[in-house]
């Protein structure tokens, strides 16, 4: 239902050394000009190195904001600068449009007398942060009224359905079918969220963002889901700049005993030191120091995804392989033994039988999953 960049194919050569390099020196140059005063100029890149590196990152609109307010423009080719305006103008409207669709859920609600939880994304722009590319919008809603309210959007006109609706404790499932507007972002209301459940009720500590009945997690929980999200629950994402901005904005807004909660949650993560690597990013967002890039390998991974695919399940296999080979031994072990690790259930149907075919299936994704792994780390390399 999200997007997800495409992963390989098994036979696929590698794609264009240079437009990933490129792409990786722009990044870096991006962790630097979105905090640093003033903006230095980024490497003369082709157009094509940044239209990888701003489908990849999704960080068009706070760069542009970053130069119009910085300076900096000049330092950019006309036809870099003219890519970098049209992915922001794309970004700008969708994240209007996220609003826009969050005021309508209110309205819904409003009529029922219930409320939801906004996630993610969609909490971050009803803050009132600089704005950021959102995809969709998430609300959370308790089990039971999960469907009526994806029914009440459909009645209320100009959304059709896309998928179908599922009930709570459907395994492999967390929401029920997207609900589209035609030049919209989509809305997914979701019964339940993979992953949250180890670090509390989402429930406790809810406080409201603005628009009647809508709510959002309490401080700690919202630093927990956005960066469980991006680490576990999409390895693709990891280190992407548009999430390391919303984390910092998460991170912000964290008091020291919401920050200590969240770190003793990590600390009994299987995936804790890939948390601490983001959230360490993430704190020195925060802080307003250009963060040091730790998933540099993950994201040289990312970009070479998106130059080519066949968008099937075995891709994304490859891709979930690819991406804990990059992080090492330990990691790897883990993608292809036990996956996340966590005891989620809402990813797919437990049973012996199950986990065989996952480890089987991962199991004959390493060849190729090595091959673009060891090309992502040198890649990283050559780029630095």
């Known amino acids: ?16 050394p240079d437009e990933v390099a490129g792409a990786l020196r722009l990044r870096s140059w991006a962790l630097r000009a979105l905090w640093e005063a003033p903006v230095s100029a980024p490497p003369a890149e082709p157009a094509r190195a940044w239209s990888l590196f701003l489908r990849a990152d999704r960080c068009a609109l706070p760069l542009a904001g970053r130069l119009d ?5 000049e330092g950019i080719a006309p036809d870099a600068a003219a890519e970098l305006r049209r992915v922001s103008m794309i970004e700008v409207k969708r994240a209007l449009s996220a609003q826009a669709e969050l005021r309508r859920v209110s309205a819904v609600l409003r009529q029922l007398g219930w409320n939801a939880l906004v996630l993610k994304g969609g909490t971050y722009l009803m803050q009132g942060n600089p704005p950021v590319d959102v995809h969709d919008v998430d609300v959370l ?32 499932r ?4 997207v609900r589209a507007a035609a030049g919209a972002v989509a809305v997914e209301v979701h019964f339940d969220v993979p992953f949250l459940g180890r670090a509390g009720d989402p429930w406790e500590g809810a406080l409201p963002l603005g628009p009647a009945g809508l709510f959002r997690l309490s401080p700690a929980l919202h630093l927990w889901h956005v960066l469980v999200h991006g680490v576990t629950h999409h390895p693709e994402r990891r280190g992407a700049i548009r999430d390391l901005l919303v984390l910092a904005a998460a991170r912000r807004d964290c008091a020291p005993d919401d920050l200590a909660r969240v770190h003793a949650v990590v600390r009994t993560h299987p995936h804790r030191a890939l948390m601490a690597a983001a959230l360490r990013m993430a704190e020195e967002a925060a802080g307003g120091s250009p963060p040091v890039d730790r998933f540099a390998a993950p994201s040289a991974l990312r970009f070479m995804l998106m130059t080519r695919g066949d968008g099937t399940r075995r891709t994304m296999v490859v891709h979930s392989v690819a991406a804990a080979a990059c992080e090492g031994p330990a990691e790897l072990l883990r993608e292809v033994l036990g996956g996340s690790g966590d005891d989620d259930t809402t990813l797919g149907p437990p049973g012996p039988l199950w986990s ?29």
């Open 356 to 384: 065989l075919l996952r480890i089987g299936s991962r199991v004959g994704a390493l060849p190729s999953a090595f091959r673009w792994a060891r090309s992502a780390r040198a890649l990283a390399a050559s780029a630095s």
């Open 174 to 177: 967390w929401e029920g079918a």
């Open 69 to 73: 307010a910085r300076g900096g423009w």
């Open 141 to 172: 809603l308790r089990p039971e009224q999960a469907g009526p309210l994806g029914e009440a959007l459909t009645r209320a006109g100009g959304y059709r359905t896309v998928g179908e609706d599922a009930a709570p404790g459907t395994p492999g």
């Open 1 to 16: 239902m999200k997007p997800r960049p495409a992963a390989p194919s098994a036979s696929a050569p590698p794609p264009p």
